[in-house]
């Protein structure tokens, strides 16, 4: 059976095709999410919020 992929693992694939992305509430439109529950869940998976991801996205 396949596994659903997780919406942190759903964002950072996005993160890495779309990289003009205006902001972390675009991203997660963009994903069918909840700000504020895919921004937990990276806090909890990877210590980092979303809007951080973002930023670093931006600079690099």
């Not at 963009?30 to 210590?47: A, M």
């Given at each position: 059976?396949?596994?659903?992929?997780?919406?942190?693992?759903?964002?950072?694939?996005?993160?890495?095709?779309?990289r003009?992305?205006s902001?972390?509430?675009?991203?997660?439109?963009?994903?069918?999410?909840?700000?504020?529950?895919?921004?937990?869940?990276l806090?909890?998976e990877?210590?980092?919020?979303?809007?951080?991801?973002?930023?670093?996205?931006?600079?690099e």
């Amino acid at each position: 059976m396949k596994k659903k992929a997780s919406a942190t693992d759903r964002l950072f694939r996005l993160l890495e095709t779309e990289r003009t992305l205006s902001d972390f509430p675009a991203a997660c439109r963009r994903l069918h999410v909840v700000p504020g529950e895919l921004n937990e869940s990276l806090l909890r998976e990877v210590g980092i919020s979303g809007e951080e991801i973002i930023l670093r996205q931006r600079v690099e």
